[in-house]
Nanobody, 121 residues
Framework: QVQLQESGGGSVQSGGSLRLSCTGS????????MGWSRQAPGKEREGLTW??????VWYAESVKGRFTASRDAQNTLTLQMNSLKPEDTAMYYC????????????????WGQGTQVTVSS
């Protein structure tokens, strides 16, 4: 099993920044693809970004240029979020997969509990 734990959420004003972290443990290794998704109240969960074990990175158009994902050798995934907007308010989830044919973080099989991000105008 893979365990994921998010941290770093909070409240910030529009235009501000936050940095989220996701620590992986258990049966996790360098081959895993790790990603971030979010879910706002009343909306479907949205995939934001993933980083594969070989370093490939994907971003959703909604966050491209504002959010930056990174990953270290200890399989800690971070999400640097800049120029935050009120519409970025959501629960943010870390997820992971070993599947080579799954490209949306929403479809990944392993999930953390989530961390809340609130952006006020």
């Amino acid at each position: 099993q893979v365990q994921l734990q998010e941290s770093g959420g909070g409240s910030v004003q529009s235009g501000g920044s936050l940095r989220l972290s996701c620590t992986g443990s258990g049966r996790i290794d360098a081959d895993v693809t790790m990603g971030w998704s979010r879910q706002a109240p009343g909306k479907e969960r949205e995939g934001l970004t993933w980083i594969s074990g070989d370093g490939r990175v994907w971003y959703a158009e909604s966050v491209k240029g504002r959010f930056t994902a990174s990953r270290d050798a200890q399989n800690t995934l971070t999400l640097q979020m800049n120029s935050l907007k009120p519409e970025d308010t959501a629960m943010y989830y870390c997820s992971a997969t070993y599947s080579a044919s799954t490209f949306d973080p929403v479809d990944f099989g392993y999930w953390g509990q989530g961390t809340q991000v609130t952006v006020s105008s």
